[in-house]
């Protein structure tokens, strides 16, 4: 209820003070544009270099330096620490980059996060932005039209710039003309309370804002106006860092366990950075000022000092908590372990990457074998057989001769109750992904859904096996009994062959002979072209009843290997060719 009333309440003031202050509107519409330019910026590098970033993040992160290095270049470009901690969550569900290295990539984002403060306070002052900013609103714009992909992110990327500089053009001659009406720098307080009480305002600014790009951009704005003191102005850099933290922990409440666990050791820096820089500020300082000197920086050129300052202090922070990144890592993984973990809940697909292509087909390929593993143990358990056992060395008519106990397993309430609601979010997202995906990326998703329908139908036709081989085993027929191990030995040689394709990194040639291998014999299955139950039936050896259950659970099992063989073709054989070679009809 407070919510409620809260957020229209806070609405309502914002909009008076707007409509009655002629400056702060200028001033607050300034902010406004600057977060629509941090929006454009972040969906224009999804689009234009999502992939590229990817990459660099994967490659380049196995270990801590580089993970810092990596982070720092990368936020430094794509201007978004959100988007590099995104991809980073995403990398993490799927298994890419361990706790350790993701860390690292957080602490590099961090540092590379304060070029924003760089831009601002280098451009912002030595050339008049508002005049370049209309020629990029314009360029960008035109591009946004292109039905390319690429040019629509180049365009993004040009409207987040325009709208930058707009921003902080509007930001500055808000300020600027407010010093007729209020000086807000008498305001200003000295001292240790001074900075705890401006750390405080740049934390509740970055918070409410939600971005600390856009508090750094007020602060050099009012910095240049001399709305703000220099002491103050370092205080809110600080408290700016403290508040984006709060922002990913909000932002991950939503996410899986390993989206908390970087949320929360995003916290655990910025908290050690930001409490040394509060004990030391007066310290840093004087390292700014000398490195200032040294670099030829006038001494009145505050705005150039608070961005040598926000650089430092994120410098000094990787420096005193790195050496401690394993026992964080030993830390967070502790954290956030669920009592009882749904099976039914998707485990690597997040809705934060949907728009970013080659990380969301790595969550959806992910997810699926997520899927295909528990559907494997479905259909095994509905064969009366373990996986273990189908997975051992063991001769596998051995094991069908052993694996005579029913297991009790309810196969319609598995699909209903879990396999079925997995499936519907695999394609509710690779649905929604495809939106942002060029031709090629489009089809490759295009076949992971079918993989994903092909794996759920061949649960489906579990269930239906599994009546009769229940009901056939405990017959005094010798020879229905015999044909329903063999079915069974069938399914079972196939799942251990796809197993073997998934376990071991084959070349070209031998994925290949394996995948021919498994089509040739898979021609031997049909029981109806091959003569088998018309010997059966006319040496009597079976009746009608059984011969009738035979034929069609021939075709299930028929239908289960050949969907299984078109599976492991999408998910674990890479080559094109071999893509190619599995492609079946659409027929289910």
């Not at 500089?165 to 300020?175: A, P, V």
């Not at 967070?332 to 997040?350: D, G, M, T, V």
């Not at 790595?362 to 189908?390: F, P, T, V």
């Amino acid at each position: 209820m407070l919510k409620k009333v809260l957020f229209p309440a806070l609405f309502l003031v914002l909009a008076y003070f707007i409509m009655a202050n002629e400056n702060a509107k200028i001033i607050i519409a300034g902010i406004a544009i600057f977060l629509v330019g941090m929006y454009f910026m972040e969906e224009g590098f999804k689009l234009f270099s999502g992939s590229t970033l990817e990459s660099v993040l994967e490659n380049f992160t196995n270990t801590l330096p580089k993970a810092i290095t990596t982070g720092a270049i990368a936020t430094s470009i794509v201007q978004s620490s959100s988007l590099t901690s995104v991809i980073m969550i995403s990398f993490l569900s799927a298994g890419l980059i361990g706790l350790h290295d993701a860390i690292g990539v957080i602490f590099g984002a961090n540092l590379g996060s304060t070029t924003t403060t760089w831009l601002v306070s280098y451009f912002g002052l030595k050339i008049n932005i508002a005049y370049y900013a209309m020629p990029m609103l314009i360029l960008g714009v035109t591009l946004r039209f292109s039905a390319n992909l690429k040019y629509q992110g180049i365009g993004n990327v040009l409207l987040g710039l325009g709208f930058i500089f707009l921003g902080i053009s509007y930001m500055m001659n808000g300020f600027d003309t407010l010093k007729s009406t209020i000086d807000l720098a008498k305001y200003s307080m000295d001292g240790f309370i001074g900075v705890l009480v401006y750390i405080l305002i740049g934390a509740i600014a970055t918070i409410i804002i939600q971005s600390s790009a856009a508090t750094m951009a007020i602060v050099i704005a009012a910095l240049v106006s001399h709305q703000i003191i220099y002491e103050n102005a370092l205080a809110i850099s600080i408290g700016a860092n403290i508040g984006t933290t709060i922002t990913a922990i909000i932002g991950s409440l939503a996410s899986n366990e390993n989206g908390k666990r970087l949320a929360v050791a995003h916290f655990i820096f910025n908290a050690i950075t930001a409490l040394f820089a509060f004990i030391f500020i007066y310290q840093i300082a004087k390292i700014v000022e000398l490195i200032a000197s040294m670099s030829g920086v006038a001494d009145d050129n505050y705005v150039i000092k608070l961005a040598i300052f926000h650089t430092l202090f994120n410098i000094i922070g990787i420096i005193l908590v790195a050496p401690f990144t394993n026992k964080i890592v030993n830390f967070l993984e502790k954290l956030f372990i669920p009592k009882f973990k749904a099976k039914s809940k998707p485990i690597y697909l997040n809705d934060a990457v949907i728009e970013i292509p080659k990380t969301a087909i790595l969550s959806i390929r992910k997810e699926i074998m997520n899927l295909y593993l528990q559907s494997l143990q479905a259909i095994s358990h509905a064969m009366n057989l373990h996986r273990e056992e189908i997975f051992s060395d063991k001769n596998i008519h051995d094991v069908i001769q052993k694996s005579k106990t029913k297991i009790e397993t309810n196969i319609d309430k598995i699909y209903k109750e879990n396999l079925k609601l997995l499936y519907g979010e695999i394609i509710r997202f690779a649905t929604l992904s495809q939106q942002n995906m060029n031709e090629a990326d489009t089809i490759l998703v295009g076949k992971l859904k079918t993989a994903s329908r092909k794996i759920i139908n061949s649960v489906k036709d579990s269930k239906e096996l599994q009546k009769n081989i229940n009901f056939y085993s405990k017959s005094k027929n010798e020879y229905i009994k015999e044909e329903y191990d063999a079915i069974r030995e069938e399914i079972a040689s196939t799942i251990r062959e796809v197993e073997y394709l998934r376990q071991n990194h084959l070349n070209d040639v031998d994925r290949v002979s394996r995948i021919e291998a498994l089509k040739k014999r898979l021609v031997t299955l049909d029981l109806s072209k091959n003569g088998k139950i018309d010997e059966l039936i006319r040496n009597k050896k079976i009746d009608t009843s059984m011969a009738t259950s035979l034929m069609n659970d021939s075709a299930f099992v028929f239908d289960i290997c050949k969907r299984l063989i078109a599976v492991t073709t999408v998910l674990w054989v890479e080559d094109e060719m071999l893509i190619q070679l599995g492609e079946t009809e659409n027929e289910d």
